[in-house]
């Protein structure tokens, strides 16, 4: 669940009405919570297919709490995504997907970091983005550079910048440079920079470019919970809808706006979200 939830069905909030879909890979227990996301998901018209079942594990629960408005997380150990297969099944999900969103957190355990990087491997064709995501201590410099590496976009925020350049070895300077530094250490197409109310920028081969600065009425009891995951579904759908860069920010500040704007971290979508920037032009 988490990231790649949110992701999977925001990317479905904007693919379905183009015939698209956003699918979740992961792994529940066979408890009251897996069932209760399954029947979401079926609420939602969202495929459930490549949700695993475990026996043995519970679903997995990140613990949210609010201080001054920005959300920490604690993340429940020993869980049943941490047992994610890769069997035939997923080979065929691999070769058929046009972009895959991947993080850290779900690569803390051998199981699902093995799991993960054999479905990266296969998906050949496909779009990758590598949100990097730093949550507690679910993360190694060995990931961190992995991901790097396989990936051809990879997201970050500011809050981990400094976190990510002392695991890579990163030169000190401001944050931008050390973005740069990293676009080009790893030979990237680009690397989105998120900066909660700033908005999102990137460093990409025409250099750094910055979103229009978007904003949305705030609804009763919303939260940023999400938001960073809306701007990853945006990305990948305007890239694969072939939206150049400027376009792509534009959307993905509009995205992760109007979601922090409300309660949840997967809100319905209107289409006043996408202003002038539709994605079906």
Not at 75 to 88: H, P, R, S, Y
């Given at each position: 669940?988490?990231?790649?939830?949110?992701?999977?069905?925001?990317?479905?909030?904007?693919?379905?009405?183009?015939?698209?879909?956003?699918?979740?890979?992961?792994?529940?227990?066979?408890?009251?919570?897996?069932?209760?996301?399954?029947?979401?998901?079926?609420?939602?018209?969202?495929?459930l297919e490549f949700i695993q079942v475990d026996i043995n594990k519970p679903t997995g629960q990140v613990l949210v709490s609010f201080n001054d408005g920005s959300p920490s997380y604690e993340i429940v150990v020993d869980a049943a995504w941490?047992?994610?297969?890769?069997?035939?099944?997923?080979?065929?999900?691999?070769?058929?997907?046009?972009?895959?969103?991947?993080?850290?957190?779900?690569?803390?355990?051998?199981?699902?970091?093995?799991?993960?990087?054999?479905?990266?491997?296969?998906?050949?064709?496909?779009?990758?983005?590598?949100?990097?995501?730093?949550?507690?201590?679910?993360?190694?410099?060995?990931?961190?550079?992995?991901?790097?590496?396989?990936?051809?976009?990879?997201?970050?925020?500011?809050?981990?910048?400094?976190?990510?350049?002392?695991?890579?070895?990163?030169?000190?300077?401001?944050?931008?440079?050390?973005?740069?530094?990293?676009?080009?250490?790893?030979?990237?197409?680009?690397?989105?920079?998120?900066?909660?109310?700033?908005?999102?920028?990137?460093c990409t081969a025409d250099g750094w470019l910055e979103g229009e600065p978007a904003s949305f009425p705030v609804a009763e009891n919303a939260d940023s919970v999400g938001a960073g995951d809306a701007c990853t579904a945006a990305l990948l759908?305007?890239?694969?809808?072939?939206?150049?860069?400027?376009?792509?920010?534009?959307?993905?500040?509009?995205?992760?706006?109007?979601?922090?704007?409300?309660?949840?971290?997967?809100?319905?979508?209107?289409?006043?979200?996408?202003?002038?920037?539709?994605?079906?032009?």
């Amino acid at each position: 669940g988490g990231t790649s939830l949110n992701v999977a069905v925001q990317a479905h909030q904007l693919l379905s009405p183009m015939g698209g879909h956003g699918v979740l890979l992961s792994r529940i227990g066979n408890d009251d919570l897996g069932e209760r996301l399954q029947e979401e998901f079926r609420l939602r018209d969202l495929p459930l297919e490549f949700i695993q079942v475990d026996i043995n594990k519970p679903t997995g629960q990140v613990l949210v709490s609010f201080n001054d408005g920005s959300p920490s997380y604690e993340i429940v150990v020993d869980a049943a995504w941490d047992q994610l297969e890769f069997t035939e099944h997923e080979i065929k999900l691999a070769n058929a997907c046009d972009a895959v969103s991947f993080g850290t957190m779900s690569q803390r355990h051998p199981v699902a970091h093995k799991s993960t990087q054999a479905f990266l491997a296969q998906a050949k064709n496909a779009l990758k983005i590598f949100d990097v995501n730093l949550r507690m201590d679910l993360f190694t410099a060995e990931i961190l550079e992995e991901g790097c590496r396989v990936a051809d976009l990879v997201k970050l925020n500011d809050e981990e910048i400094d976190a990510v350049a002392g695991l890579l070895k990163l030169r000190e300077g401001d944050p931008q440079k050390q973005v740069e530094e990293l676009h080009a250490k790893f030979e990237l197409d680009a690397i989105v920079f998120t900066r909660g109310r700033r908005g999102t920028a990137a460093c990409t081969a025409d250099g750094w470019l910055e979103g229009e600065p978007a904003s949305f009425p705030v609804a009763e009891n919303a939260d940023s919970v999400g938001a960073g995951d809306a701007c990853t579904a945006a990305l990948l759908t305007a890239r694969l809808l072939g939206r150049d860069w400027q376009a792509t920010l534009n959307l993905a500040n509009r995205h992760g706006a109007y979601v922090a704007s409300q309660p949840g971290a997967t809100p319905s979508l209107p289409k006043e979200v996408w202003g002038s920037y539709s994605l079906d032009s």
